[in-house]
């Protein structure tokens, strides 16, 4: 392969069958990752022929954009494998798992990550271009505030400050899961939109400044455990009322709306009588609203021109619809046969507190 009449290579002869600038071969053998050979009487380096597929190969890894560190993993144990006849110390043949499946997996992590965040940036500046130009400038602020790829973590801090203190760590995640979207990897300029001005709403005090309640008043009531079963009763009633949103249901009495209620009187001890269904629509109803939140967020979550993707908060709205229904029927059935067994109890309701317990 090589002229010299040791069958070693000069640093240039390497180069040249390579095909990259002996500055590169300097640059690799400075860092330890191929080996010299010997060096001559002048002081200049010699290979052994083996350095030449051994180049490839950190060409090969380094071409998948994989760092110098990486490389030299990968090498170590491939040369350890050679020394144990293809196999490594644990006993694998060489190429099964170690340091190049984790390499090439971290960096496929990597750039999926680099990607998504190229989609935000592509999907930001279409929504930019198209904007009317009167509204670039407001447009710009509230997508220049937010990371590519966005990160949730400001509506998820936005749910644990409205939260109740203290309760449970698993309940918490739960409930997160639920109240905070998953963001599209490939987003629409108007998903774009909606986040950033979801980002903006949730950064703002009391999410958005707009009066009223920072956070729901039963939490002063029901107490951290109590709330995490509440929110758990409530968890399952919005998955019910969600299946029915997806099939454009009317708002009506069911299981889904028993389950609602039977959440509120289990958390508070109270029986679930006609009164206290009354005395709850009537203080739900008063709840301070973070309809944006909701309305943004299935800007977010749903597919373009399609029915808007239920949300706990229009879960919410569905089965306080549902109450207010079933208990006019009721109002009616009371007027055209006088009080009966279902006739509100004097004095049966539901704690004061337990007006907010809901993430409207």
């Known amino acids: 392969m090589f002229s010299s009449y040791d069958g070693l290579c000069t640093i240039g002869e390497l180069a040249e069958q390579t095909g990259v600038s002996v500055k590169t071969v300097r640059f690799y053998s400075d860092r330890g990752l191929l080996p010299e050979a010997s060096r001559s009487a002048g002081g200049h380096r010699r290979y052994a022929p083996e350095a030449v597929e051994r180049l490839r190969m950190i060409r090969s890894l380094r071409g998948l954009d994989l760092p110098v560190s990486e490389v030299r993993r990968i090498l170590d144990e491939q040369d350890e494998q050679d020394e144990h006849g293809g196999q490594d110390e644990r006993g694998d043949r060489a190429g099964e798992g170690g340091a190049l499946e984790d390499a090439v997996a971290a960096r496929l992590r990597s750039l999926g990550s680099e990607l998504a965040a190229l989609r935000w ?96 008043r039963a939490h002063g009531g029901a107490g951290a455990r109590a709330s995490a079963v509440l929110y758990a009763g409530l968890a399952e009633a919005y998955d019910l009322a969600g299946r029915e949103l997806r099939r454009d249901a009317e708002p009506c009495p069911g299981e889904a709306l028993d389950g609602f ?61 549902s109450l207010g229904a079933q208990l006019e029927a009721v109002d009616g059935l009371d007027a055209r046969e006088g009080p009966g067994p279902l006739a509100p109890s004097p004095g049966t309701g539901v704690p004061d507190g337990a007006r907010a317990v809901s993430p409207r």
């Open 121 to 216: 940036r592509e999907a930001a500046l279409r929504l930019v271009q198209e904007s009317p130009p009167a509204e670039r400038p407001d447009r710009l602020r509230l997508v220049g505030a937010v990371a590519a790829p966005p990160s949730t973590a400001s509506l998820a801090r936005f749910w644990r400050t409205w939260l109740p203190p203290r309760m449970p760590a698993r309940s918490v995640t739960a409930f997160l899961e639920a109240a905070v979207p998953d963001l599209p990897d490939d987003p629409r300029p108007d998903q774009v939109l909606a986040f950033a001005r979801l980002h903006a709403y949730v950064t703002r005090p009391c999410g958005g400044g707009g009066g009223g309640y920072c956070q729901p």
């Open 261 to 321: 209620v039977d959440a509120y009187a289990s958390t508070y001890g109270a029986p679930d009588t006609v009164a206290f269904r009354r005395v709850l629509a009537g203080r739900l109803a008063a709840d301070p609203r973070i309809d944006l939140y909701w309305d943004l967020t299935a800007e977010v979550i749903s597919a373009p021109g399609g029915r808007p993707e239920p949300t706990p908060g229009s879960a919410h709205d569905w089965l306080l619809a």
